[in-house]
């Protein structure tokens, strides 16, 4: 008997009929044991079926899901497993959903993998079930054009949580002259004043039963916007979390008011004193006119909001604005001051607390929007630099300027980002052109093995780039292996994203280890688990090895220890490049088992190129890139990204930088390749498909050590700290490229750089 449950287990709204429901099975179904696990779940959830009106409360299903979470495992040959039915019944449930539900779900999946694999009686996945609710909607990449009554059937068609993640919109136009009886005739107006195309597709969203979003993201025409009372009254029943609509100088009563079933125009006399919006994060468009600003900083405008914590402002480039850069600088600063003595002025007066919710409000400091003082909030000013740049992080402006130097780590994101997107955008573009017979020349796609935790394979945005993985993590209770495509910790799923950012075309192959902590708290892997992780990945014919946790050697065999050494010269003949983090510590001193010239050893910087903590970088390093801090500073508008993933940032542990740098050598190595495939190209219009061999060669050298580290070191200056300005070199290539046509074979500055590259041969 399995004590950890107890024979009768109360239910919220469930126990009156529990023992009722439990009369109603039969002693088969029970296999002769009224006491065993296995039996009483299965008893619970053909009761909760039987009753499923009990659980009209959404805490009492996840109190039934959370009480049986360690027994799904003994149920797993029964076709209603617990997955089965939690899900079938919150899906066909709407008023049973809970915020708690989907992570829950998401934890079942982790700890039990073979929910991947079987199916319910309609061969359908426990997986496909729980992503089969829409928590998110992105409409990037329709037509700018679209008929209403097309668009509005395949919203239709979709189900939506009543809470959703984010809402991403582009500007569409939406056409109603074919009206069904779902789109009202005020709705048909589509340019100027009466715009409502984005209201329609709100008002389709609360028809479905959408109450709360947590980040709206909205880009509006700057000729023809949608108007304020057009943007209101598209929320009129949904609350925000974050609010990024994308209209200059919005009206900051038109954000006091989201949410709110006020009619426009209507007066509401505690307006000016009080504001019930869930508003915490805003970003505003502006114009450039100081009035704006003083509207924004009003008492009434955007210090009423209660639980406002972030403000970004974009700001027009500096050839916009009619005013010099020091006016608007002091225009900026005036801006935060009168947001930080507003704010504070109405931080007692502004939050409306519902009743029974005073007491919680006092205990809890960390989860109040009232905070002893008054409230911070951040702000942060984005400035465009003009057209096909990407804009420019100011977090100080409004304050004295920082040098471009005390931005380095940001300019060198800006710059690989840079670089990385337009690279993939000549590749897409190209990609037909590249026949298969000219693509064995230069070789498959570029595949990096992330050694880690794990990646998250589902419903995760490097999905795409994931071409299969193994597992030699071993589950201590279980004994059995953990499966590759599920995150740990959140670590792996990181990692390859950031090296998915840098280079988009990469493919990556996660291979899972343990991940074993030590008493001082440092995370580390195991010796045997990383030889056994690399010979897997040379047997896959990687390119780049990724090795983004320290090396836990002190305390390894001496057979163990020997092991890595054989796998690790066998990845350098055989030219695989790897990258290691350099030692933060003398606890592990992993970098030690490396030699110089087979690993790539990258240490963090901070973000004006420095090494944190020390005036030099660490001795073992051979570059600093930008770190975790970095990362998590630059990218401030990231709707993509969840909270969990910015949490997993923050960590000490985070080595980001590590798989920044094996980014960078993937996209170079698919940058070579893109010039040698266009000059291959280029030859077939005289008639003659002909393949450089000092290219090729080229190509080779630079997949091994020295003509990446060759590489690297012609990106740019190398400061002493070891940071390394890629700007120096990339900068003036993107800019070109931006002036080229996909039909240009010869690619200037780009073939330039690769051909001033000196590759030596030290071995």
Same mark, same amino acid.
Not at 187 to 205: A, N, Q, Y
Not at 640 to 661: E, H, K, Y
């Given at each position: 008997?399995?004590?950890?449950?107890?024979?009768?287990?109360?239910?919220?709204?469930?126990?009156?009929?529990?023992?009722?429901?439990?009369?109603?099975?039969?002693?088969?179904?029970?296999?002769?044991?009224?006491?065993?696990?296995?039996?009483?779940?299965?008893?619970?959830?053909?009761?909760?079926?039987?009753?499923?009106?009990?659980?009209?409360?959404?805490?009492?299903?996840?109190?039934?899901?959370?009480?049986?979470?360690?027994?799904?495992?003994?149920?797993?040959?029964?076709?209603?497993?617990?997955?089965?039915?939690?899900?079938?019944?919150?899906?066909?449930?709407?008023?049973?959903?809970?915020?708690?539900?989907?992570?829950?779900?998401?934890?079942?999946?982790?700890?039990?993998?073979?929910?991947?694999?079987?199916?319910?009686?309609?061969?359908?996945?426990?997986?496909?079930?729980?992503?089969?609710?829409?928590?998110?909607?992105?409409?990037?990449?329709?037509?700018?054009?679209?008929?209403?009554?097309?668009?509005?059937?395949?919203?239709?068609?979709?189900?939506?949580?009543?809470?959703?993640?984010?809402?991403?919109?582009?500007?569409?136009?939406?056409?109603?002259?074919?009206?069904?009886?779902?789109?009202?005739?005020?709705?048909?107006?589509?340019?100027?004043?009466?715009?409502?195309?984005?209201?329609?597709?709100?008002?389709?969203?609360?028809?479905?039963?959408?109450?709360?979003?947590?980040?709206?993201?909205?880009?509006?025409?700057?000729?023809?916007?949608?108007?304020?009372?057009?943007?209101?009254?598209?929320?009129?029943?949904?609350?925000?979390?974050?609010?990024?609509?994308?209209?200059?100088?919005?009206?900051?009563?038109?954000?006091?008011?989201?949410?709110?079933?006020?009619?426009?125009?209507?007066?509401?006399?505690?307006?000016?004193?009080?504001?019930?919006?869930?508003?915490?994060?805003?970003?505003?468009?502006?114009?450039?006119?100081?009035?704006?600003?003083?509207?924004?900083?009003?008492?009434?405008?955007?210090?009423?909001?209660?639980?406002?914590?972030?403000?970004?402002?974009?700001?027009?480039?500096?050839?916009?604005?009619?005013?010099?850069?020091?006016?608007?600088?002091?225009?900026?600063?005036?801006?935060?001051?009168?947001?930080?003595?507003?704010?504070?002025?109405?931080?007692?007066?502004?939050?409306?607390?519902?009743?029974?919710?005073?007491?919680?409000?006092?205990?809890?400091?960390?989860?109040?929007?009232?905070?002893?003082?008054?409230?911070?909030?951040?702000?942060?000013?984005?400035?465009?630099?003009?057209?096909?740049?990407?804009?420019?992080?100011?977090?100080?402006?409004?304050?004295?300027?920082?040098?471009?130097?005390?931005?380095?780590?940001?300019?060198?994101?800006?710059?690989?980002?840079?670089?990385?997107?337009?690279?993939?955008?000549?590749?897409?573009?190209?990609?037909?052109?590249?026949?298969?017979?000219?693509?064995?020349?230069?070789?498959?796609?570029?595949?990096?093995?992330?050694?880690?935790?794990?990646?998250?394979?589902?419903?995760?945005?490097?999905?795409?780039?994931?071409?299969?993985?193994?597992?030699?993590?071993?589950?201590?209770?279980?004994?059995?292996?953990?499966?590759?495509?599920?995150?740990?910790?959140?670590?792996?799923?990181?990692?390859?994203?950031?090296?998915?950012?840098?280079?988009?075309?990469?493919?990556?192959?996660?291979?899972?280890?343990?991940?074993?902590?030590?008493?001082?708290?440092?995370?580390?892997?195991?010796?045997?688990?990383?030889?056994?992780?690399?010979?897997?990945?040379?047997?896959?014919?990687?390119?780049?090895?990724?090795?983004?946790?320290?090396?836990?050697?002190?305390?390894?065999?001496?057979?163990?220890?020997?092991?890595?050494?054989?796998?690790?010269?066998?990845?350098?003949?055989?030219?695989?490049?790897?990258?290691?983090?350099?030692?933060?510590?003398?606890?592990?001193?992993?970098?030690?088992?490396?030699?110089?010239?087979?690993?790539?050893?990258?240490?963090?910087?901070?973000?004006?190129?420095?090494?944190?903590?020390?005036?030099?970088?660490?001795?073992?390093?051979?570059?600093?890139?930008?770190?975790?801090?970095?990362?998590?500073?630059?990218?401030?508008?990231?709707?993509?990204?969840?909270?969990?993933?910015?949490?997993?940032?923050?960590?000490?542990?985070?080595?980001?930088?590590?798989? /920044?740098?094996?980014?960078?050598?993937?996209?170079?190595?698919?940058?070579?390749?893109?010039?040698?495939?266009?000059?291959?190209?280029?030859?077939?219009?005289?008639?003659?498909?002909?393949?450089?061999?000092?290219?090729?060669?080229?190509?080779?050298?630079?997949?091994?050590?020295?003509?990446?580290?060759?590489?690297?070191?012609?990106?740019?200056?190398?400061?002493?700290?070891?940071?390394?300005?890629?700007?120096?070199?990339?900068?003036?290539?993107?800019?070109?490229?931006?002036?080229?046509?996909?039909?240009?074979?010869? /690619?200037?500055?780009?073939?330039?750089?690769?051909?001033?590259?000196?590759?030596?041969?030290?071995?």
């Amino acid at each position: 008997m399995d004590e950890s449950f107890p024979s009768h287990v109360p239910f919220p709204g469930f126990e009156d009929d529990y023992d009722e429901d439990l009369d109603d099975i039969s002693e088969s179904e029970l296999d002769d044991d009224a006491d065993d696990s296995r039996a009483r779940f299965r008893a619970a959830t053909i009761a909760m079926e039987n009753r499923h009106d009990k659980f009209a409360e959404p805490q009492a299903l996840y109190d039934f899901l959370y009480e049986f979470r360690d027994a799904i495992g003994l149920v797993m040959e029964d076709s209603y497993t617990f997955l089965h039915v939690a899900i079938r019944f919150v899906k066909d449930n709407r008023d049973a959903r809970s915020g708690n539900m989907m992570p829950l779900i998401q934890s079942i999946v982790k700890e039990h993998p073979m929910l991947l694999r079987q199916r319910d009686s309609d061969g359908v996945t426990p997986l496909y079930m729980a992503i089969y609710i829409e928590l998110h909607i992105d409409l990037h990449g329709l037509p700018s054009k679209i008929e209403a009554t097309p668009f509005l059937e395949f919203l239709s068609s979709l189900k939506f949580d009543d809470t959703l993640q984010f809402v991403s919109l582009p500007d569409i136009q939406v056409d109603f002259k074919r009206r069904s009886q779902f789109i009202p005739h005020n709705d048909t107006k589509k340019s100027g004043k009466e715009r409502r195309d984005l209201k329609f597709f709100f008002d389709c969203l609360q028809t479905q039963g959408v109450r709360h979003i947590i980040r709206v993201d909205v880009e509006d025409s700057r000729e023809f916007p949608h108007s304020d009372q057009a943007i209101s009254e598209s929320f009129h029943t949904i609350t925000v979390e974050q609010f990024n609509w994308k209209k200059v100088d919005l009206d900051p009563r038109v954000i006091c008011k989201l949410g709110s079933k006020a009619t426009w125009g209507e007066v509401t006399p505690d307006l000016s004193t009080t504001c019930d919006s869930q508003i915490r994060e805003v970003t505003l468009s502006w114009s450039g006119n100081n009035t704006i600003l003083r509207a924004w900083s009003e008492p009434e405008g955007l210090p009423l909001l209660p639980r406002l914590r972030k403000i970004t402002i974009l700001v027009p480039a500096d050839e916009e604005m009619a005013e010099s850069p020091d006016w608007v600088s002091a225009c900026l600063a005036e801006f935060r001051q009168r947001i930080a003595r507003n704010a504070l002025t109405k931080a007692d007066s502004s939050v409306v607390v519902e009743e029974g919710e005073s007491d919680n409000v006092s205990k809890s400091k960390g989860s109040s929007d009232i905070e002893s003082g008054g409230r911070r909030i951040e702000i942060y000013f984005v400035q465009s630099r003009g057209k096909g740049q990407n804009p420019e992080n100011l977090h100080t402006f409004g304050q004295p300027r920082p040098s471009v130097e005390s931005r380095a780590g940001y300019r060198w994101l800006d710059t690989v980002y840079g670089f990385a997107d337009i690279l993939k955008q000549f590749w897409d573009r190209s990609v037909d052109e590249f026949r298969p017979d000219m693509r064995k020349h230069t070789g498959g796609d570029v595949v990096v093995a992330l050694i880690d935790d794990g990646v998250d394979a589902y419903d995760s945005s490097v999905s795409a780039n994931i071409i299969g993985g193994k597992s030699f993590a071993f589950d201590k209770m279980t004994n059995m292996l953990n499966p590759f495509y599920v995150s740990e910790l959140g670590h792996g799923t990181v990692m390859a994203e950031a090296i998915k950012r840098v280079c988009p075309m990469v493919k990556i192959y996660p291979i899972r280890v343990n991940i074993d902590s030590s008493e001082s708290g440092q995370s580390s892997v195991e010796a045997r688990s990383v030889a056994l992780a690399m010979e897997t990945a040379i047997n896959r014919n990687a390119n780049i090895i990724l090795i983004p946790w320290p090396i836990e050697v002190t305390k390894s065999s001496p057979q163990d220890k020997t092991l890595l050494e054989i796998v690790l010269l066998t990845a350098y003949n055989q030219n695989i490049l790897l990258f290691v983090p350099s030692d933060k510590n003398e606890e592990f001193q992993s970098s030690l088992i490396f030699r110089s010239d087979e690993a790539f050893r990258i240490g963090e910087a901070r973000d004006d190129g420095g090494a944190p903590g020390r005036s030099d970088s660490p001795p073992d390093a051979d570059f600093i890139f930008p770190g975790r801090e970095v990362i998590t500073q630059h990218d401030i508008e990231s709707p993509r990204r969840s909270s969990d993933r910015t949490l997993d940032l923050n960590s000490a542990s985070i080595n980001v930088n590590v798989s /920044l740098a094996a980014g960078l050598a993937a996209i170079l190595i698919y940058a070579f390749k893109f010039v040698l495939l266009k000059k291959t190209a280029g030859t077939l219009s005289i008639g003659v498909e002909t393949v450089d061999k000092d290219d090729l060669s080229q190509l080779e050298r630079l997949q091994r050590y020295h003509g990446m580290m060759k590489a690297f070191q012609h990106l740019g200056s190398v400061t002493e700290s070891g940071f390394l300005k890629v700007w120096e070199a990339l900068d003036p290539i993107v800019d070109e490229m931006k002036d080229f046509t996909v039909e240009d074979q010869e /690619l200037g500055r780009l073939s330039q750089w690769f051909s001033q590259i000196k590759y030596t041969e030290d071995r």
